[in-house]
C-alpha cells in the first residue's frame, strides 16, 4: 500500500468501499482490569451504582463485586422462628450459601436484646464466622462475654490473623474478660469501645492474661465511657498504649489515656459538648437510657 | 474546668479535630476548644480540622426514603437559613479568637454521604468563599485547606440515604 511520507507506515489501512468492515482489534474495545477495578473504586460508597456495574458484564462485574459485599450487618432484630426453622441471622446465611463471606472485610452484629446473645451466637450461626476468612472490622453490640468463657477463642479465634478493627458497644463483662477478648487479636490496630460503665467486678478472673498484646498503634474511639480500671488494666496487661489516634466522647478517664499516649499522639478528636458531661463524668454514673448512636 | 484535656505532655500531636455541629451545639462551651489549645506545646505544626455535615448546611435527611427515589433531603426555610449563617459566623469568630491563642492551619471537611455529599460539599465552598471575600481568613498564616472526609457510618445511616440494600451492606458498618 502506498504510503504518503510522513505518514506513519503503522496507520491501518481504510477499508475500501465494498470490502468487509474490518473489527476493531480486541485491545481497543477492552479496558485494561487494573483500569477498570480503579474506575469502579470511585463507587465504593454507592450501592446503587455498584448494582448497576455489577450487571453489565464481567469485567465490571469482577470489579464492583467486592466492593458491593465489603461490609456486612445483621438486622436489629436478635433471632425469630418462622414455620419452625431457625432464621437467624439470614444475612450471614444467605452470603454463606452465596459463597460471598470470603469477599466481606466489615462485619457488624446489631444485636437488639442482650439476653440473646449467646442463643444468636452459637454453634449453628458461628460455624459461619469460618467463612469470614478476610475479615478485617468486627463489630459487636452487647456481646456477653462472660457467656462465651472461658472457651471464647473458639467461637471468635478465627477472626485472629485477619482482624484489624475491634467495635464493641455495650459489653457485657469484667474488665479482665473484655481485655481477654480484645487480646484474641494479634494484629489488632483499631478499638472502638462505646457505653462502658462501671459494672461490680468479679474477682475470680483477676489472674485472666490476654492470649497475646495487639499493637493497637491506630486509632482509640471512646464514647461514654466512665470504665476506668479497664483503661487501667489495658495499660498494664498491654504495656501500655501506642495509639495514634484518639477521638473521645464524655470518657471518665482522659487524662489517663493522654498520659499513657504521650509519645504517639498525632490526632486528637474532641467535642465542645463534652464539657456538658462533666457532671455525668464525675457522678460516676454513667447509666444512659439512650443509644449513642 | 477543662484540666482533663491537658496536652502538654503530648508532643507529637499534630492534629485537633471537632465536629461542625458540636461548636455551635446549645450545650456547647464556646471556651472549651481555646482552653484545650492552650495547653498545647507540641513543637510540630498545628492542624485544626472541623468537620462539617449536611446538618450544618440546613439540610435534613428523610426518612424513609422517597418511593420515586428523588432527593433525600429537605433544604432550610429562610428562618432556618438565617439560623445557619449565624452558625457559620459564630464557628468563624471563634476559629479565629482559637488562632490568637495559638497559630494552626485550618482545615475545613465537609463529611460527605454518597448522595447528600454535592450538598454538603458545594454548601462549604459557599460558605468559606463568602467569607474569603470578607476576608473573614485574613488572619491565617497558612492557606485554608478545604477537603472531603467520610466518617464511617452505621447501615441504618447508610440505609436512610437510599446506600444500602436489605440485608446487606454498606460502605463501613463500624
Redesign the interface.
Known sequence: MPTVSGTPTTCPPRATVLGPPTPPPPQTTTLPQELVEMIISYFIYDTRTLLVCSTTCRSWYIAAVVHLHHSLTTDDYPCYWENGRYEWPRSLQNSFELGLLPLVKGFRIRLKYPSYTNLTLNDCTLRYFSALTNLQELGIDHLQIPDFMPNIQRSFGQFAPTLRLLALKAPAGSCRQILYFVGLFPNLQDLKLLMLTEEQENMTDAELVPLSVPPLHGRLTLAYFTREKLMEDMIVLFGGLRFRHIDLFRVKCVRLLLDACTKTLETLRLYPTDCSGEEFLLEGKGKRTSSSS | ???????S???????????AE??T?V????S??RT?LSTVTSPLPLNIVIVYQHRDFGYMLLWPERPDRSDPLVGPNPEEQATVALHHRWRFRELHEMHMVRRFRLVLCAD????VTEYTTRGLERVVNTEKAKGGFDYLHEPLIVSEV?SPR??LY?QQT????R????????
Open positions: 474546668m477543662h484540666i482533663r484535656f491537658d496536652l505532655r503530648n508532643q507529637s500531636l499534630r492534629t485537633l479535630e471537632t465536629t458540636s461548636m451545639s450545650d456547647a462551651d464556646l472549651f476548644l484545650v460527605i454521604l454518597n448522595r467520610r452505621t447501615r447508610d437510599g446506600t444500602a440494600r440485608h446487606a451492606i454498606c460502605g463501613s458498618a463500624l
